[in-house]
């Protein structure tokens, strides 16, 4: 059972994260609009309020913004919603950020429908295809608060536009301090002979909860955490691809453009393989509570087990 | 060297620019006349009276920064930097084509000089936002250049960089609007009416001169003024003519993205040329 207690929100990792990037590294500067208390981006500005700019509500100008500062060798990590800095901001990105291939990190918080009652406008389901489509992106999404934390510290010494998602709702803890990390390298989560699923992001807290129902009716997949979208693990796929014949991908994000969409396209071309991809068709997200939400998207664990079986043996 | 002297050097120039705009555009079969002949004035001033660089080191950190918000009069920035010798002349004839480091839109991953890629309206400020603020918080005394069409103004991101930068007092920002009254639909008053323009910007904060953009004396007397103020961006409000030194384009907004083919285009260059001799 999960104790409610070890339940932490990935973008308190973001947060810490920034805490360390301020006293290891005076470039790191931290934008946001508006939004700070709820992206955790408030805690940095509190400690080093001469490298924090709130620029109000608007994000075209925060992009913008980071831009320029990105031009004079700052490491602009430039944060709100990813419904807002993915979608109003697109054109800043693309024409700005990418086309001059700065070094721009977009941090979007509220990913997927677990955002719960705030409902569609709120929850971002298309940010990863609007920036993994991007020449010169790169796009991690990580699992939860540990993995946030490391992949915010790794960005800053990357080079080059990032986007880097997050969200809102205390989720479980599913690597720790020791595991290791680093973005473009997949992580093999549990090893299994039946099939492999591959997910990217907190709904990863499910697919580790389905693990154990899936183990009571015989079934051990391998899981994968993809948690760098962009660029994807190419060698993991294939070797696992070739392995298993079967993948299955779950995320929360549009079925279009997302992780199982990468998965596909890159499958489809280098080890053709059969698929399922376990995320959100065409449609909208809606209010109601993450867990509700979770299970009538077909994303909770439970529905996962279900799904995986039936894929397993019925194809 | 006398400040008439000065003038009639940078009239010399603009003409010399003016030429190699038409020529290049011409040459490419493409291109946008119209807003690179009305700024090329202004170009003049700040390449060859204002700023501070080093053609040969394009990234000196001392330089002053120049961003070009209205990308798609890059002939205008192209005749500049090859004239300031941030690359060979010989480039300006591949403008637009395939493989050259002439695109259509500035690409500043191909061009010395270039600070950043536009082309897309309405962003320029908010980057030169950004570089200004982080002059301010390293302490470095260069200054923000921008240079921006009228119809550009129609884009809600402007005035919200126009927000932050007197919020943030940045009086190492300059921002030139090229106010030459036309946009690709027509009159800027019938398209989407910005008067009174001045007050806009006053009503941000921000430091307003209004000048003729033609005005060689106006424009420099104009960025001198710009150094002295303190504590808010200053905007140059240019009056202008679109299309200006070349007769049959003046005013006329169907040149605003059209290049001169056969007979029209010896006809520029003959004009062009006569006056610059």
């Known amino acids: 059972m999960q104790n409610k207690q070890e339940l932490v929100p990935i973008r308190d990792g973001y947060g810490k994260a920034l805490l360390k990037l301020g006293e290891i590294n005076p470039d790191v500067i931290v934008l946001d609009a508006d939004l700070s208390t709820s992206t955790r981006s408030n805690w940095f500005a509190e400690k080093y309020p001469e ?122 803890t599913i690597t720790s301090e020791h595991c290791e990390f680093q973005i473009g390298k997949a992580d093999i989560m549990t090893e299994g002979n039946d099939i492999v699923i591959i997910f990217a992001g907190t709904i990863g807290a499910e697919v580790i909860k389905a693990v154990p129902l899936l183990h009571q009716k015989n079934i051990y997949p391998t899981v994968i ?20 014949g079967k993948i299955i991908t779950i995320e929360e994000h549009l079925k279009a453009g997302g992780l199982g969409s990468a998965v596909a396209e890159f499958l489809a071309e280098n080890a053709p393989t059969k698929m399922r991809m376990f995320a959100i068709d ?31 043996y019925e194809g | 060297m006398e400040r ?54 394009p990234k000196w950190e001392k330089r002053d920064r120049f961003i070009l918000s209205k990308g798609h009069a890059a002939p205008l920035l192209y005749a500049l930097l090859a004239q300031a010798n941030f690359f060979d002349k010989k480039h300006l004839s591949t403008f637009r084509q395939y493989k050259s480091i002439l695109q259509g839109h500035p690409a500043s991953y191909l061009t010395p000089g270039v600070e950043v890629s536009t082309g897309s309206l309405g962003q320029g400020l908010s980057i030169a936002v950004g570089i200004a603020l982080a002059g301010k918080m390293d302490k470095k005394s260069y200054n923000v250049y921008t240079l921006h069409g009228d119809g550009e103004l129609d884009e809600g991101q402007i005035w919200e960089s126009a927000m932050f930068a007197s919020h943030k007092k940045l009086d190492n920002l300059c921002a030139i609007i090229d106010r030459n009254h036309l946009q690709i639909d027509g009159v800027t008053e019938v398209v989407m009416a910005l008067e009174p323009l001045v007050q806009k910007w006053q009503a941000f904060g921000w430091h307003t001169i209004a000048i003729d953009g033609h005005n060689i004396g106006q424009i420099i007397s104009a960025f001198d003024e710009f150094l002295t103020i303190k504590d808010k961006p200053t905007v140059i409000i240019a009056k202008t003519v679109k299309g200006k030194g070349v007769s049959f384009m003046e005013n006329k907004a169907k040149w605003h993205g059209k290049a001169p083919k056969g007979e029209l285009l010896k006809k520029a260059l003959k004009e062009l040329s006569t006056k610059k001799d």
């Open chain 1, 51 to 172: 490298r924090f700019i709130d620029v109000g509500i608007a994000e075209q100008n925060m992009v913008n913004i980071a831009a320029g500062l990105s031009m004079e060798g700052k490491i602009p990590f430039a944060t709100t919603y990813g419904v807002f800095i993915c979608g109003r901001a697109f054109d800043q990105i693309r024409n700005t950020v990418c086309y001059s291939n700065l070094n721009v990190k977009l941090v979007g918080s509220h990913g997927g429908i677990s955002v719960g009652p705030d409902g569609g406008s709120h929850q971002t389901i298309e940010d990863i295809a609007l920036m993994r489509i991007l020449p010169n992106m790169t796009v991690v999404v990580p699992c939860d608060h540990i993995q946030a934390y490391k992949a915010t510290l790794q960005l800053a010494e990357l080079k080059g536009p990032a986007y880097l998602r997050l969200a809102r709702e205390p989720t479980a």
């Open chain 1, 225 to 244: 955490n993809m948690h760098t979208i962009k660029p994807i693990d190419k060698d993991v796929l294939i070797k696992y691809a070739r392995k298993f």
């Open chain 1, 282 to 312: 065409d449609r909208f997200g809606e209010s109601g509570q993450p867990d509700v939400l979770l299970d009538a998207f077909g994303l909770s664990a439970e529905k996962i087990c279900q799904r995986v079986e039936k894929f397993l």
């Open chain 2, 4 to 57: 008439s002297e000065i003038i009639t050097k940078l009239q010399k120039k603009a003409i010399s620019i003016r030429y190699e705009i038409i020529k290049m555009i011409g040459k490419a079969g493409s291109g946008h006349p119209g807003g690179s002949l009305s700024s090329a004035d202004i170009g003049v001033a700040l390449f060859f009276y204002q700023m501070r660089y080093q053609a040969d080191n």
